[in-house]
């Protein structure tokens, strides 16, 4: 069970739009944020069904249509920028050398955004962690997409200002054409040739070497799918599921403080 401490709430609870509701309004006051918020951690935490929410949190349908208008609204990816660039700003973060990775995920609910695979329906979860493995860009995308065409979509959820020095990425990021698009951007793109390849080769050996580091991506994969509603999408719709990723990573930013 997650429990926000003080420090927490107060941190993050200014994104929130009920908590800018004026007292003097007339009609019954909304119930707590911090509440609510609780609540969908229990579930993200769980993997429990809505109205499986214990009576010492608000009610489910509550919960549930709350966590749904900020995930429409993107209040969530709001908190999650915030809290990494706050922990940036302390050092707590490094994009210097950063690494990107992709994760299966089955999805069982149906809905947008769900691609068929050999493994049967599901989603990739993107991400680029820094040198420490905390998020600094986490989407959702169509587990039927080649991950090289979903770089740049990831970084349309980038966090932090600055871009990654150096991106580190397996075999499956073994892309001249990404390569050079990066490039452009003044991002580096490091990632080993795979075996079948036809081209010359493009990687500097010596540089390699940080691919040795690529574990940093699967810690933080592993680190999000301690909780449970991250390791099957139950949500028909995409953005509801891409706001219990947010959460999980909000999570792992917040042990940072």
């Not at 739009?17 to 509440?35: A, L, Q, S």
């Not at 993107?74 to 950063?98: S, Y």
């Not at 990654?164 to 990404?178: C, K, Q, R, W």
């Not at 690529?214 to 995409?238: G, N, T």
């Amino acid at each position: 069970m997650i429990r926000l401490t003080d420090e927490q709430w107060e941190r993050i609870r200014k994104h929130f739009p009920e908590e800018h509701v004026p007292d003097g309004r007339p009609g019954r006051k909304p119930i707590p944020t911090r509440r609510v918020l609780e609540a969908v951690l229990w579930i993200l935490n769980t993997g429990a069904q809505w109205h499986m929410l214990p009576q010492s949190y608000p009610n489910y349908k509550t919960v549930h249509r709350r966590f749904q208008t900020w995930c429409r609204n993107q209040i969530l990816r709001q908190v999650l920028t915030d809290i990494a660039n706050e922990l940036r700003d302390r050092g707590a973060l490094d994009e210097e050398e950063c690494f990107i990775d992709a994760t299966f995920v089955m999805a069982k609910g149906g809905g947008a955004e769900v691609g068929p695979t050999k493994r049967g329906k599901g989603m990739k979860i993107m991400a680029i962690v820094d040198r420490h493995g905390l998020p600094l860009s986490v989407s959702t995308h169509a587990a039927n997409h080649h991950e090289v065409r979903l770089v740049q979509l990831c970084f349309d959820f980038y966090m932090v200002e600055a871009k990654p020095e150096n991106l580190i990425g397996d075999l499956a990021y073994d892309s001249d054409p990404l390569d050079e698009e990066l490039r452009r951007d003044g991002i580096e793109m490091i990632a080993p040739h795979r075996a079948n390849r036809s081209k010359p080769p493009t990687q500097d050996r010596r540089r390699l070497s940080r691919f040795m580091r690529r574990w940093l991506v699967e810690r933080f994969f592993a680190w999000i799918q301690w909780q449970r509603r991250i390791l099957v999408r139950w949500e028909y719709h995409a953005q509801n599921f891409l706001g219990f990723v947010q959460l999980a990573c909000l999570v792992i930013l917040f042990r940072r403080f």
